[in-house]
T-cell receptor, first 113, second 114 residues
Framework: NAGVTQTPKFRVLKTGQSMTLLCAQD?????MYWYRQDPGMGLRLIHYSVGEGTTAKGEVPDGYNVSRLKKQNFLLGLESAAPSQTSVYFCASSPRTGWHEQFFGPGTRLTVL | AQTVTQSQPEMSVQEAETVTLSCTYD???????LFWYKQPPSRQMILVIR??????QNATENRFSVNFQKAAKSFSLKISDSQLGDAAMYFC???????????FGKGTTLSVSS
């Protein structure tokens, strides 16, 4: 099992450009999440999904959109990138029951110039 | 809203010694889960230990143990016999009752010297 994978691992954008980050999991988990990690801030939840076709806002959703068309994939979109979105982005997934332990991807480092 | 506070931005310990990382949280829920994650320089988030709020017994995983004080809303991590490989950023996290999110503290950077 690959677990949780993220594509790409690194990306540099110019202000105003758009991009999509892809998260894929092969553990058949119902829940998926997108976080951003900034220095001194810990991880903050951007959006999450409790199942195929459903999404919800987290703590810092502004400037991002998400889609979950397939259970195994969770996409994070930036329509018009801003320097404030320079960050490391983590995707995670968890089962619906039990501990809800979250399994994390390796992260994507995004720089917006 | 739930919050998680790690009051020690940095800690240091010598090899083979014991160190305790502090974490406090605030919640109005009675049932929840608490976690400690380790993030080495590779950036990968690694689960270290977890605790169910309704269990009074403190969780233990090899050299890692917690001191869970539910009334005080405190969840500290003790690392015994510290090793160089323990050097990392450690995050305390609270899982809400619905299981829809983890709320993280800002992290404690642990350095280990030989």
């Amino acid at each position: 099992n690959a677990g949780v994978t993220q594509t790409p691992k690194f990306r540099v954008l110019k202000t105003g450009q758009s991009m999509t980050l892809l998260c894929a999991q092969d553990m058949n988990h119902e829940y998926m999440y997108w976080y951003r990690q900034d220095p001194g801030m810990g991880l903050r939840l951007i959006h999450y999904s409790v199942g195929e076709g459903t999404t919800a806002k987290g703590e810092v959703p502004d400037g991002y959109n998400v889609s979950r068309l397939k259970k195994q994939n969770f996409l994070l979109g930036l329509e018009s990138a801003a320097p404030s979105q320079t960050s490391v982005y983590f995707c995670a997934s968890s089962p619906r029951t039990g501990w809800h332990e979250q399994f994390f991807g390796p992260g994507t480092r995004l720089t917006v110039l | 809203a739930q919050t998680v506070t790690q009051s020690q931005p940095e800690m240091s310990v010598q090899e083979a010694e014991t160190v305790t990382l502090s974490c406090t949280y605030d919640t109005s829920e009675s049932d929840y889960y608490l976690f400690w994650y380790k993030q080495p320089p590779s950036r990968q988030m690694i689960l270290v230990i977890r605790q169910e709020a309704y269990k009074q017994q403190n969780a233990t995983e090899n050299r890692f143990s917690v001191n869970f004080q539910k009334a005080a809303k405190s969840f500290s991590l003790k690392i015994s016999d510290s090793q160089l490989g323990d050097a990392a950023m450690y995050f305390c996290a609270y899982r809400n009752q619905a299981g829809t999110a983890l709320i993280f503290g800002k992290g404690t950077t642990l350095s280990v010297s030989s």
